[in-house]
């Protein structure tokens, strides 16, 4: 349903683990799978309005998209929801252009194991979208 499909494997996919105040965020080159940019973590109105202005060239955005797997989610959960809907929003230009990733389909898919940094899920991503 949030999930549009990628129509090329060569390009600048931008990676976003959304949080709700702050977000982590790079850039990746699909075909070397080397990182282009890095912001690290960046306040979620700073990158709204990155993206909404255009100030990041890249092809495709690939988001966290919020899964609870049965157990109880609370206010800064739905909030992040919010922070997603709101970078799709204004990366969207024509409502094709971005992939929702589940954090466990990522972690099953590289084969990281345990409670890692989310750095290390985003520096997978491009691996796991093209697969």
């Not at 075909?31 to 890249?58: C, K, P, R, V, Y």
């Not at 194991?113 to 697969?131: C, P």
Request: aromatic share 6%.
């Amino acid at each position: 349903m949030y999930t549009a499909k990628i129509k090329s494997t060569k390009m600048k996919l931008l990676c976003i683990d959304p949080g709700t105040e702050t977000s982590g965020v790079v850039l990746i080159d699909t075909e070397t799978q080397n990182i282009i940019q890095s912001w690290g973590e960046i306040n979620n109105f700073a990158l709204l309005a990155m993206i909404s202005l255009d100030e990041i060239e890249s092809d495709h955005m690939a988001i966290e998209m919020i899964a609870s797997y049965g157990m109880a989610v609370g206010k800064t959960t739905f909030e992040t929801c919010v922070w997603i809907g709101r970078f799709i929003q204004a990366y969207n230009k024509d409502n094709e252009n971005h992939t929702c990733i589940y954090r466990g389909d990522v972690k099953q898919k590289t084969q990281i194991s345990g409670r890692r940094l989310s750095t290390d899920i985003k520096e997978q991503a491009a691996v796991s979208v093209r697969k």
